[in-house]
Nanobody, 127 residues
Framework: HVQLVESGGGSVQTGGSLRLSCAAS????????MAWFRQAPGKEREGVAD???????GYVDSVKGRFSISKDNAKDTLYLQMDSMKPEDTAVYYCAADWSKYGYCSDDGVRVTDFNYWGQGTQVTVS
């Protein structure tokens, strides 16, 4: 039974930084795509960044140059380093995982429909 547990959310001022973590457990296959999503009040959930089993990265344009996704394979933990944060980054952030593409992430962007395992979310507020 796969579980994803996020941590590290909180409140930060504009221009500040936060680091989110997502611990994965219960996986029997070490090759999977992981991603971060976010959902602001009244808006649809959107992809932020993804990383495949070989370390290839993808980012949505709005966070390029400010956010950095990484993964510690030994700890099965995904990270999102968020710098130069803006009020529009305020959202609940979710991590997600997908085992259906043999460790590769979609070439068509970070899409909700490509992931079937989700964490519970962690609130990030930028003011």
């Amino acid at each position: 039974h796969v579980q994803l547990v996020e941590s590290g959310g909180g409140s930060v001022q504009t221009g500040g930084s936060l680091r989110l973590s997502c611990a994965a457990s219960g996986a029997t296959n070490s090759r999977y795509c992981m991603a971060w999503f976010r959902q602001a009040p009244g808006k649809e959930r959107e992809g932020v960044a993804d990383i495949d089993a070989d370390g290839r990265l993808g980012y949505v344009d709005s966070v390029k140059g400010r956010f950095s996704i990484s993964k510690d394979n030994a700890k099965d933990t995904l990270y999102l380093q968020m710098d130069s944060m803006k009020p529009e980054d305020t959202a609940v952030y979710y991590c997600a995982a997908d085992w259906s593409k043999y460790g590769y992430c979609s070439d068509d962007g970070v899409r909700v429909t490509d992931f079937n395992y989700w964490g519970q979310g962690t609130q990030v507020t930028v003011s």
